[in-house]
């Protein structure tokens, strides 16, 4: 099989596209003839050697992919061959072929293309299990979302306004905070020209927000706190801003806040599998009615990977880079 791999740890000039042995599902495994994957900003970091792949998993990089069952490992009783499907992986996306664990594979919204769907299951399963089931946004809360114009960031704004709730973004150019609030942002702040704790605060009556989707970590964590109702949580699940900030934890006792951080790709399957089967029933029907839109920033073949990690790495995109077989 073809993929994408990473001749030594360094910048997108180290990615290569490579001849590997062909892949054989093991128990509980589907193998996937693929057609297309997405690039996530774990990728740039497995490449630059700071985000390893869990025990056991393949090195090569792709947390998701699109494409056709083609073989079926022993016990596998969900699909069958030549089933249209997209997957959430460990790893292994950037390839030509992929095995996926068989609780880890979902059909495709129908109304969506096999190329496209390629872009929804990681940005999905981040924001379903952080906004939804781990800080548990309720009816009447509102969801501030850092980074709102990223592949995670679109969906979660996009899943949550289609929810009902109120969205406040952040974004970090005048047509990222346009498109924000194409896709149903209340309020969107460009963070490089406005102090977003101020315009927060203003915007909420000085209320706050309910629940934080935050993907810069350290130099984000006390104006989050600042920005957060009584009763608030703040899902980290990025560090861009770094991994360490200073926590005032008066403010915290006082807001009676939760600080939650999260990590998908190291889950066991069986949790993975639980968020999986959460987006086929509660978030796919809305992606199917068009309620849910992925937003796809550009698709290339899968052997331009270092210019579509350049366009992640210069955050010139918005929503998700596609790569094609």
């Not at 022993?74 to 609780?103: I, N």
């Not at 991994?243 to 807001?255: A, F, P, Y």
Request: proline share 6%.
């Amino acid at each position: 099989m073809r993929a994408v791999t990473v001749r030594e740890f360094g910048g997108p000039e180290v990615l290569q596209m490579t001849e590997l042995p062909d892949l054989v599902p093991a128990p509980g495994e589907v193998l996937l003839q693929v057609a297309a994957t997405a690039v996530n900003k774990g990728d740039t970091h497995q490449r630059e050697g700071n985000y390893p792949p869990p025990p056991g998993i393949t090195d090569v990089m792709g947390l998701e992919c699109s494409g056709t069952v083609i073989a079926l490992g022993p016990g596998v009783t969900r699909w069958k061959l030549g089933d249209t499907v997209c997957a959430l992986v460990a790893g292994g996306g950037y390839a030509s072929h992929a095995v996926a664990p068989q609780e880890q594979v979902m059909p495709i919204p129908a109304g969506v293309d096999t190329v496209t769907a390629a872009a929804l299951p990681e940005a999905a399963a981040t924001v379903w299990s952080n906004v939804f089931m781990e800080a548990a946004l309720s009816p009447g809360e509102t969801l501030l979302v850092h980074g709102g114009a990223g592949g995670i960031g679109t969906f979660a704004i996009s899943l949550a306004a289609a929810r009902g709730h109120r969205v406040i973004a952040t974004a970090g150019s005048a047509d990222k905070v346009a498109t924000c609030q194409e896709l149903g942002a209340d309020v969107a702040i460009n963070y490089r020209d406005e102090d977003f704790v101020g315009a927060i605060k203003e915007a909420t009556g000085g209320r706050g927000v309910d629940v934080i989707l935050d993907n810069m970590g350290g130099s984000y964590l006390d104006r989050n706190l600042k920005v957060l109702n009584t009763g608030g949580r703040l899902a980290i699940i990025g560090m861009q801003g770094g991994t360490k900030g200073e926590l005032n934890i008066g403010r915290l006792l006082v807001k009676r806040a939760r600080v939650i951080a999260t990590s998908l790709r190291p889950r066991p399957i069986t949790e993975k599998g639980e968020i999986c089967a959460q987006l086929v029933e509660q978030v796919w029907p809305l992606v199917e009615s068009g309620a849910v839109k992925p937003v796809v920033d550009c698709v290339m073949p899968l052997s331009d990977a270092a210019r579509a990690h350049e366009r992640i790495e210069a955050s010139s995109h918005t929503g998700k880079i596609i790569l094609t077989l």
